[in-house]
């Protein structure tokens, strides 16, 4: 599960302006500030690859980036700006809702989660919409390099209670892997469990 080759491909504006080409997919997704571009840079250990805009209102664009010319990252907007209004956070989700139902190729969500802090409802709601829709789903849980969180839990406890609380939303719990770009720890993992799901 070798990363040899990444390639950025294109930014689509919605959904059916994707690659149209059968490869398969994982969309990356979760909270602003989780570590979603600094994993993408450790999974393909190039610095500045992932090129998401993170001012929140400007544009949201779809990523396409070509691992070693047989699959796709791909980078969705993140979600969950404190700052922004009630009504853009609706438009995240229209935007986002869409490419998660007609995605044919799309193998598995890779839903990013902060291991630093406590369960945050947004990510739980999040969790709840993937379960619901049957949306194939894998935690990532970032940062677990912080040995304490906010409010002095460690990550274990967090990711704990976050699994806890997501129960009631599958009938099976999605797997799970924690990560942290900083210390490089589940970067292994991650790819290995992408590359089995591609061959399943
Ligand atoms: P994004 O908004 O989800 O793309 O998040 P970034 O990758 O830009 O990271 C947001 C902040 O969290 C930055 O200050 C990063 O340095 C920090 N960060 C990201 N990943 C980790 C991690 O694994 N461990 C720690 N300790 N900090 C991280």
């Not at 969500?109 to 949306?135: E, F, H, M, T, Y």
Request: glycine content about 6%; proline content about 6%.
């Amino acid at each position: 599960a070798k990363v040899t080759e990444v390639e950025f491909v294109k930014s689509s504006n919605r959904p059916k302006d994707c690659p149209k080409d059968d490869r398969p997919e994982f969309a990356m997704l979760g909270r602003s500030n989780v570590g979603k571009s600094s994993l993408i840079n450790s999974l393909v250990r190039k610095k500045e690859v992932a090129l998401t805009s993170k001012k929140p209102g400007k544009t949201q664009l779809i990523n396409h980036f070509l691992v070693n010319k047989s699959w796709y990252i791909v980078d969705l907007p993140g979600y969950g700006f404190a700052n922004v209004p009630e009504a853009a956070k609706m438009d995240w989700f229209s935007f986002t809702k869409g490419y998660f139902l007609n995605r044919g190729t799309l193998v598995s969500v890779l839903l990013l989660v902060d291991a630093s802090v406590p369960p945050q409802k947004i990510d739980l709601d999040c969790a709840n919409w993937l379960g619901r829709n049957n949306i194939p789903l894998t935690f990532v849980f970032t940062k677990c390099d912080k040995r304490k969180g906010g409010k002095g839990k460690r990550p274990d406890d967090n990711i704990r209670s976050f699994l806890q609380l997501i129960r009631e939303y599958y009938k099976q719990q999605p797997p799970w892997i924690m990560s942290s770009s900083v210390t490089g720890i589940g970067r292994n993992e991650l790819l290995l469990h992408m590359s089995q799901l591609r061959n399943y």
